[in-house]
């Protein structure tokens, strides 16, 4: 059996979130989905809108997702060492250096192979994209002062 981790904020889900899950899901036979805590979320991207307990109801009810668990408030290196991993798939935008990633847990006792997956093709659908069209659509059909 071998056990993929995916890691992410999963705020508003999105194409781009369902598109890196079933890429992520190819990988391996098992699909353990890390959503980040809320302060993680505040630290590495911004306020988060979606509380931390309802992204991973969202994500652990996405077809692809064997589980889902919140990750670590201190350390992200923790829900590696204890959902042992045998695969990490990062997302092609997702800010860790892989080999660093691979080094770090192999240091834990956690050898494991780190792949980068590709984007989807539509980009502009990410979390804050959306947000921005949302905003920018209110503010053009909003009368003139």
Known sequence: MVRVMATGVFDLLHPGHLYFLYEAKKLG?????????????????????VPEHLRREMVDALKPVDRAVLGS????????????????????????????????CERRGVPVKVVRLGPLTHD?????????H???????SAPPP
């Open 29 to 49: 036979d098992e699909l353990v989905v890390v959503v980040a805590r809320d302060q993680t979320a505040r630290r590495l991207k911004h306020e988060p809108y």
């Open 73 to 104: 408030a201190t350390d992200i290196y923790e829900t590696v060492e204890r959902e042992r991993p045998d695969i990490i798939a990062l997302g092609f935008d997702q800010h860790f250096d892989a080999a660093e990633v691979a080094r770090e």
């Open 134 to 140: 949302i905003l920018d659509r209110a503010r053009r």
């Open 124 to 132: 502009e659908l990410a979390t804050r994209r959306i947000v921005d």
